[in-house]
């Protein structure tokens, strides 16, 4: 079935601004709950979002932008407001040319084929591209990530492409799952920043947490969020 670019145009700016506001004065209160001080970065998550209400988004102070449709994102970009993309979406292998130098990280890398095609594209720019590994922490069989007792490996061989820094870990944990799935991602994430055979010094990076659950990703460690309808309303396909 074919999806087409309809949107969320019921969406007002006004409502867009008030989620915002709340949005990040819940991240505060997450933060300050489990006594953080650190950076939580708050990505908006523009998959079906027109350029108009991209635009006034980013004029609010959002300055990360996550695409997940490559087609989509190319149709789009140009009319962005300057604005840092991660692409956050499943990647086949032919597509990554398209996007390798337009975007500044890549969320959703869950194999290795689709990590060497990253590096050898990102070295034909001249770029080391910012990667994280995708995990299933839910164990979901119909759900792309590498599986929690395998990830140790993938990073391991991931290290040692050269157009590649692997900045951490990602996640879309199942819904409705309990806290423990977030803890238990908290830890894979905390063992393999301490581990000096993955984190060469810049693995410092979890993204996890989306509109029904930013907050108790934020008080497990989440360093990014992903929000696409707390922001910009419910998505429409066509
Ligand atoms: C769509 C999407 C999101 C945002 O989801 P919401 O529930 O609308 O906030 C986050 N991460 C990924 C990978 C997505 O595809």
Sequence with gaps: ??????????????????????ICENIEKAKSAAGRTD????????????????NYA?????????????QEFMDKREQYSPAEVHFIGGLQTNK???IIDKVS????????RLAEEIS??????????DILAEINI?????????????????CAQVRELPHIRL????????????EDTFEAMQRLFNDLRADKSVNTGAFDTLSMGMSGDYETAVKHGSTIVRIGSGLFGYRKYL
Aim: overall charge negative; aromatic content about 4%.
């Design 96 to 98: 990554v040319k398209y």
């Design 138 to 154: 839910g164990g979901e069989g119909t759900k792309g990530g590498i599986t929690p007792e395998s990830t140790g490996e993938f």
């Design 39 to 54: 950076d939580v970065r708050l990505m908006a998550v523009t998959k079906t979002v027109d350029p108009e209400r991209i």
């Design 58 to 70: 980013i004029g609010l102070g959002i300055d990360l932008l996550g695409e997940n449709r490559v």
């Design 1 to 22: 079935m074919q999806e087409k670019l309809l949107s969320n145009t019921q969406t007002s700016f006004d409502d867009i601004k008030e989620s915002y506001a709340a």
């Design 167 to 178: 900045r951490g870990l990602m996640t879309i944990p199942p819904p409705g799952c309990g």
């Design 105 to 112: 990280m890549i969320h959703s890398v869950d194999n290795l």
């Design 120 to 129: 050898k594209r990102a070295g034909q720019h001249g770029l080391v591209m």
